[in-house]
């Protein structure tokens, strides 16, 4: 889509009218009939035509509360109704703040993806333009929606494309490509450099897949001063078996998505880049496929780690927290970044406790746990905040190595995979866990399987946007 802003909105020709709850008096001028049947209600639309036979939609903003998840009602509308839009419609924007002129634009763009990329026949998507008609100053507003909604859309392909075709490094062809469109570093570590390096625990993971395992560094550092604000490590497991701890068969195909939090960390990286904030950010993805062979780790193995420290494998389908120990280990030694921050498709202990409206938030830090948490109430990106007391380390003891992967206990498995991140922080001050299992990838009502929702992307840059400022 193509964004412009105008002054004046053109009651000729076809356009969209926000509308709050009950609110109908401050578009009556607009409307054709007095009384439509229409009431402004969140997430609702109503189609009228003007006298010179052009489209009004009408478009239900809700009520205070429903402010968060405004993009949305943008979203269905033109998810629904773009295909009778020819090539331009106009938004009528004088009553939305900067901020929700922002929203619309992420929802509209968000109703372009097309899941159905590895179709043999594909309609082709039609070019609209969008005129956002307002008097206050909008064009950062247009800008940053527009590639905000860009970036959620090509984080949601990366994590809904099948895995012969998502492999670690695919997921490094990707990171480079972007890097140099967005003049930002990328360097991939491949095998050879892994193992010099002494990424082990990430090389485990990996051993039984003929697709190798990768490291993907990405770097965004336009301040003179080179030190780095904020470290992002993401889990870029291409897909999970379980390896020799296999997965049961039903809703294997789904474990394409378990590199959600990879995807996070790329769409990032590119979004701080278009948006050119003033913050020094490092992205590190570690990625690997958790297949079955004869080479694959084993329950009972002893493995080494970046850090140093050993790891005693319990379960071969705890192998996200071992990629990310790796991930974290090498934030903390080589990065020293002031805030350190981890996302993951982590634990099925997660969705059990937090279902799939929010992610779980794990930290010490009670001013970082306070902004994201605000944060996520702003974006409808919600994260809550469970506890890793100190009694629950127990479960991680192990009598022939530093740590062992996995309790073995049914409870409290998200604090505990929590936990055993936490060791290889060195007690980072400002470092945090995101379990993004519940919310990353489900339900959808613009696809009939289950596929990749985008979040992580607006709650992580608004952070970002939050430190940059001071």
């Known amino acids: 889509m193509t964004y412009k802003h105008v002054k004046t909105l053109d009651t000729s020709k076809d356009f969209i009218l926000p509308c709050r709850k009950d609110q109908l008096d401050t578009i009556k001028e607009f409307s054709p009939i007095e009384k439509p049947d229409f009431d402004g209600s969140f997430s609702t639309y109503q189609l009228l035509y003007g006298k010179a036979g052009n489209r009004i939609y009408l478009i239900g903003l809700g009520e205070d509360k429903n402010s968060a998840q405004l993009e949305s009602t943008f979203h269905k509308l033109a998810f629904e109704t773009q295909k009778h839009w020819d090539k331009s419609i106009q938004v009528y924007a004088e009553d939305l703040t900067e901020d929700e002129t922002k929203k619309a634009v992420i929802g509209l763009e968000m109703a372009q993806y097309e899941i159905g990329e590895f179709k043999s026949k594909k309609e082709k998507p039609n070019k609209i333009t969008i005129s956002v008609s307002s008097s206050k100053a909008i064009k950062n507003s247009l800008e940053e929606g527009q590639s905000t909604g860009e970036t959620i ?113 790329l769409g990032v990286v590119e979004l701080v880049a278009k948006l050119k904030l003033n913050i020094n950010i490092v992205g590190i993805v570690c990625s690997a496929e958790n297949a079955v062979d004869a080479e694959s780790y084993r329950p009972g193995d002893v493995i080494n780690s970046y850090s140093g420290k050993t790891i005693e494998i319990i379960d071969t389908d705890a192998e996200g927290r071992l990629v990310l120990a790796d991930g974290l280990s090498y934030a903390v030694k080589n990065i020293k970044p002031e805030y350190l921050i981890d996302l993951a498709t982590l634990t099925g202990s997660v969705v059990r406790t937090l279902g799939y409206e929010a992610a779980g938030m794990f930290t010490h830090n009670t001013e970082m746990a306070s902004t994201m948490s605000d944060i996520g109430y702003k974006v409808h990106e919600r994260v809550w905040q469970l506890p890793m007391f100190e009694e629950y380390k127990s479960v991680l003891h192990s009598d022939i190595a530093d740590i062992r992967n996995f309790s073995g206990t049914p409870l409290t498995g998200a604090s505990n995979a929590a936990q055993f991140l936490e060791f290889f922080t060195e007690d980072h001050k400002n470092w945090m866990h995101l379990d993004i299992a519940g919310v990353s990838f489900g339900a959808s009502p613009y696809a009939k399987m289950k596929s990749a929702s985008g979040y992580g992307i607006q709650l992580i840059t608004e952070f970002i946007k939050k430190k940059a400022s001071k």
């Open 153 to 265: 859309n090509k984080i949601k392909a990366l994590v809904d494309a099948p895995p012969n075709i998502k492999t670690p490094q695919f997921l490094g062809k990707w990171a480079s490509k972007s890097a140099k469109n967005n003049d930002y570093k990328c360097t991939v570590l491949k095998h050879k450099e892994l193992k010099k390096q002494g990424f082990d625990a990430v090389l485990s993971v990996g051993k039984g897949s003929v697709n190798k395992p990768v490291v993907i560094i990405t770097e965004y550092t336009p301040k003179t001063n080179k030190n780095v604000d904020i470290a992002l490590v993401g889990k870029g497991i291409t897909f999970d078996s379980g390896g020799l701890s296999i997965k049961p068969s039903t809703n294997l195909h789904y474990m394409k998505s378990d590199m959600g939090g990879a995807a996070v960390v």
